[in-house]
């Protein structure tokens, strides 16, 4: 699979082990945010560039971190069609695929250690989405996110 990558400064050395772990899977990692060490960054930049990536199929899907995962998911989620879920435990990563469809999974590198952030990873890349009732669901997260597009009168 084709990942995107995006991360602040407080998330580098995380992204860095994902995506270092991800690639010795076979997958294809592309860096978003190839920020330098000491170098500051703002989540939204790394947030929004990867969500618009996702969005565009230029990757299938994304991983983000930044400090707690929170601010750059919610940058990610306001590009339309992208669902992302920041996640501290490898359940939900599995769940947000499965119900939600979720597109990009965020961690925060100071909330968890590498090791239950590739779990989490894991559980997210080896997930499938379950269609079916869930389908109708996801259907009404986009109708929402059309209700409010500028498209919309
Ligand atoms: C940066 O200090 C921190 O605010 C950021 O990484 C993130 O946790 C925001 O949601």
Redesign the pocket.
């Known amino acids: 699979m084709i990942i995107g990558f995006g991360c ?1 400064h ?2 580098l050395e995380l992204k860095k082990e994902l995506m270092e772990y991800l690639a010795s899977k076979g997958h294809e990692c592309i860096d978003y945010s190839p920020l330098k060490e000491g170098e500051k960054s703002d ?1 939204p930049i790394a947030g929004r560039a990867v969500g618009e990536a996702v969005a565009a199929g230029e990757v299938e899907k994304g991983v983000l971190v ?3 995962g ?3 998911s919610l940058t990610a989620n306001k590009v339309p069609g992208v669902r992302a879920a920041v996640c501290s435990e490898p359940f939900s990563a599995r769940m947000s695929v499965c119900h939600n469809d979720a597109n990009i999974i965020a961690v ?1 590198a ?1 909330v968890i250690g590498v090791e239950l952030a590739k779990m989490i990873v894991d559980e997210f890349f080896s997930a499938g989405f379950e269609g079916g009732r869930h389908q109708t669901r996801v259907d009404m997260i986009k109708a929402t996110e059309d209700n409010y597009s500028k498209y919309s009168f």
């Open positions: 602040d407080a998330g989540y930044c400090g707690t929170i601010g750059i925060g100071r």
